[in-house]
């Protein structure tokens, strides 16, 4: 489904952090990740344009490209995105590089704490900077940040 993507259309997606949810014996509880360094997480991406038929328009999407999930996001979650460094960003978009960079990122390349279960919730504003604020979890309410 993606040969043609990954022979033409790469791309590069940056994003501040990213979440993923843990099951929790009350529920799922979201944990933010985000460099530790502070630079943006940049994921490695597809991109490509479709014709929607109903709508006669052209729709340009992108997928990221998830792998296995390392040691450390490997405690929460079983993939995290592929998360490229500098270096390897123009060899990604040039299609110089292949399977060999879509792999997990080093174990301390992330940091993640809990927040807010409202950031499932289709009513939060996407732009509510209180959603990867730190929330308190589990017993006696210490939040527990996994650095």
């Given at each position: 489904m993606f040969r043609g993507a990954f022979q033409r259309t790469r791309c590069l997606i940056p994003a501040s952090g990213y979440y993923e949810w843990h099951d929790a014996p009350d529920g799922k509880q979201p944990f933010y990740f985000t460099r530790r360094d502070g630079t943006p997480v940049t994921i490695a991406g597809l991109w490509d344009e479709w014709r929607a038929r109903q709508a006669g328009e052209?729709?340009?999407?992108?997928?990221?490209?998830?792998?296995?999930?390392?040691?450390?996001?490997?405690?929460?979650?079983?993939?995290?995105?592929?998360?490229?460094?500098?270096?390897?960003?123009?060899?990604?978009?040039?299609?110089?590089?292949?399977?060999?960079?879509?792999?997990?990122?080093?174990?301390?390349?992330?940091?993640?704490?809990?927040?807010?279960?409202?950031?499932?919730?289709?009513?939060?504003?996407?732009?509510?900077?209180?959603?990867?604020?730190?929330?308190?979890?589990g017993a006696g309410g210490d939040v527990q940040l996994l650095v």
């Open positions: 052209t729709i340009r999407s992108c997928a990221m490209i998830i792998t296995e999930a390392n040691e450390f996001v490997g405690e929460l979650h079983d993939r995290m995105p592929v998360i490229l460094e500098p270096e390897q960003f123009e060899a990604w978009l040039a299609g110089a590089a292949g399977l060999d960079l879509l792999k997990p990122a080093g174990n301390d390349v992330l940091q993640c704490w809990p927040v807010s279960r409202r950031v499932s919730s289709s009513r939060a504003p996407h732009d509510d900077p209180s959603l990867i604020e730190a929330v308190a979890v």
